[in-house]
């Protein structure tokens, strides 16, 4: 998605001109910057050599539009053609995107490494634009659907254990992932959780209390 920047304008005045700025770029005047590059002059009697205004309306994108902006690109490029990228609900301190679309399911990646890495890059155009919250980002709802199924698997992992008496390792996960699985397990007062190894190889270890 490609947002259009800044315009020039001629009109009688400054006023008139800036208006004109405002409704091509389709936004408020406090959404753009304004800089006058001729001011209007009157010809001689008011008729002959006079001399337009002239200004440059310059549109200020913000944070989230710049990663909404990245993301739709970079789903295009990777051949996600029609996927839509939009804020989600806020309901915390978060900054949560969605990309949809038909397409979408290709930006998952294999247990949800490529949407991990689409998330990064998201975050490093986010931060550097000047945004100061976390970045979250979903593909047509894989985050909940995923979430769902690995509270699951914690919850009959950690009754693997507890039958067993010893520990459970899981596959590798990404930092969201690896989260789920410790919240979903940290109040059984039996179980204990904590990550091992490297990125990205990075896995959960799920074992009795008193082993760990």
Known sequence: MELRQSVEKTAKTVEEAVGLGLAE???ARYQVD???LEEPTKGLFGILGGRMARVKVTRRVS???KAVAF???LATRMGALGVTCAPGQTEDENFKLELTGANASRLIGKRGQTIEALQV???VVYSRAGGNRRVLLDVNSYRAKRQESLVELALKLAAKA???GRR??????GAYERRVIHMALQDDKDIVTHSEGDEPFRKVIIALRQEH
């Open 25 to 27: 770029l389709g936004v």
């Open 34 to 36: 304004v800089c006058v």
């Open 63 to 65: 944070p989230e539009e």
């Open 71 to 73: 993301l739709t690109e």
């Open 121 to 123: 890059l998201a975050a």
């Open 162 to 164: 507890k039958f067993s």
């Open 168 to 173: 459970v390792i899981m596959e590798p996960m």
